[in-house]
């Protein structure tokens, strides 16, 4: 231990005298940091500096260095904003292979941006700066020559899973033919129950992200196991409440802003028994007790599957895509033209008509399952106009620029489009939407440096009330409807066999698909 302890000073005391030059002193920095990490070198390592990646026949590009099957590490100068070089070095990625590397390191020379692909896309497992690498260090184990298990500060997959677990098993206690000791005996549907979940996930989600008062959730469910009180009446009523324009002026409610008329706008509640409120909020365990705002809304996926029986799933053709196997058509369709399209504009009106533009491109998904698709295109499409945002800052400093530089995000949920047979994963994909805006406004607040207490206000108003999208994602058989008219269209439509067809959906059906 001491002697890892004292090659990272040595390391870290090397990297703090460099001037942070991408050209000329990212080769000596990954040597010397391969050496603080316990070997004699990078090359002796089996690492590859500028290791030779071709991309599907549209020539070669050459990440700095290569270590199958562990890292890919991309340097950038000192200082530069390493999320605007995200996709730069996940397309390096993509396209290392055979042998992928697990991981992957965006580094300024002051910081190490970590990805862990098997666990999150979206963003870094972790952030360790070059002063606290001491104290950090165990996040970069993969650099170790024994390579143990990184230790990572930011993994929000376990936690993700966790909840989706947890709101699936609820459904299923609501839904099953038998709910022992509900007060008033209720039967729930499919339906209902979907509905009711999806309404205590964006509660949850809320609370964690600063849009309701923190614990709300927790409070209610231990005044119905502790205290006796009905469930039905104190979930309807916060429901009720976050369906409402006009705050209350008392009472337990007062501080529960307007959300939306869309996913609230049916208030049906349910009287949970005492099994199902422990899954809810009791103990360490209950859902209400997760880090809601470290769940990342891709999971909702798993709620989708797992709300579906064995045989729902295979006649529906439902799958789970990957972040990974989602990002392979939406960068291509999406990501890199705009990207291209974004450094390649010189002066500040070529950027604010591109910005106008972006917010213009709309994107559909015709079997949009529970709207991964549309997610990680809304969040990559905010990506782009962050870009684009942090290059108007860079610009000259026109009334035209200012102007635009004190609004928010301007990329709507509302450009975004999916067309999905089962009812519950068009609420899912509604939900998914409505969480990615709040989260695209806290992530481009970060990303763009923004302090002033004024812009921080917009930032925050500009969340409530949720838009209501009822009019962009329609529960219908997109073979046999008409698809609005977008600029891109992504997705993974389901599949079935050919052979199966009939036996799963009928002659009648079979008939008019023909047809």
């Known amino acids: 231990m001491s002697d890892t302890v004292d090659r990272l000073k040595q390391f870290i005391g090397y990297a703090a005298k460099l001037k942070g030059d991408e050209k000329g002193e990212a080769q000596v920095f990954l040597d010397r940091l391969f050496i603080g990490f316990g070997h004699a070198g990078y090359k002796q390592a089996g690492a590859t500096l500028e290791y030779r990646v071709k991309k599907d026949g549209k020539g070669t590009v050459f990440p700095d260095l290569v270590w199958k099957p562990r890292v890919l590490l991309e340097m950038k100068k000192r200082g ?17 292979v055979p042998y992928r590397p697990r991981y992957m390191v965006l580094c300024n020379f002051d910081e190490f941006w970590i990805y862990d692909f098997e666990r999150q896309i979206d963003e870094p497992v972790d952030k360790v700066v070059l002063t606290d690498l001491l104290n950090r260090y165990t996040a970069l184990n993969f650099l170790f020559p024994n390579n143990p298990k990184p230790q990572f500060g930011n993994d929000r997959e376990a936690v993700s899973i966790k909840a989706a677990a947890k709101m ?7 839904t099953k033919g038998f709910r022992p000791n509900v007060k008033s005996y209720q039967k729930v549907t499919r339906q209902q129950a979907q509905r009711f979940i999806l309404q205590i996930v964006v509660a949850m989600f809320a609370e964690d992200i600063d849009l309701l008062p923190a614990g709300t959730i927790k409070g209610l469910v231990d005044d119905c196991l502790e205290k006796g009180m009905s469930s039905y009446d104190l979930f309807g009523g916060l429901f009720q409440q976050m369906n409402t324009e006009t705050p209350a002026k008392a009472g337990r409610f007062v501080n529960v802003r307007y959300f939306n008329g869309g996913l609230f706008g049916t208030i049906d509640p349910i009287e949970m028994n005492r099994t199902e409120l422990e899954v809810l909020g009791a103990g360490p365990d209950g859902a209400a007790l997760q880090n809601w705002s470290k769940v990342n809304p891709a999971i909702f996926g798993t709620l989708f599957q797992r709300s579906m029986d064995d045989k729902e799933r295979h006649a529906a053709g439902a799958h789970y895509t990957s972040e990974a196997a989602i990002q392979r058509i939406v960068g291509p369709t999406i990501v ?15 950027l604010l008509k591109l910005r106008d533009e972006l917010t213009k491109f709309r ?30 800052r860079e610009a000259k400093q026109t009334p035209a620029v200012v102007e635009t530089l004190k609004t928010v995000h301007a990329v709507s949920p509302h450009q975004f489009y999916g067309i999905e047979k089962d009812s519950f994963g068009v609420e899912l994909t509604k939900v998914t939407l409505m969480l990615a805006k709040k989260l695209a406004i806290d992530e481009a607040k970060t990303s763009l440096e923004i302090h002033d207490e004024g812009h921080l206000r917009a930032f925050k108003d500009d969340a409530l009330p949720l838009d209501n999208l009822d009019s962009n994602i329609w529960s219908m058989d997109a073979l046999f409807c008409d698809w609005p008219e977008v600029e891109a269209i992504v997705g993974n439509p389901p599949y079935q066999s050919k052979n199966k067809v009939q036996q799963e959906f009928g002659p009648q059906y079979v008939r008019e698909l023909r047809e």
């Open 336 to 350: 890199k033209p705009w990207t291209e399209r974004i450094d390649a504009a010189s002066t500040s009106m070529e």
């Open 80 to 96: 530069e904003k390493l999320h605007l070089h995200y996709q730069q070095a996940f397309d390096y990625w993509l396209h290392a």
């Open 168 to 174: 699936a098993d609820l459904f299923h206690l609501m």
């Open 363 to 392: 994107v559909l998904d015709p079997a949009c399952g529970s709207g991964n698709f549309l997610y990680v295109s809304y969040r990559e499409m905010a990506h782009l106009e962050t870009r684009i945002l942090t290059r108007l």
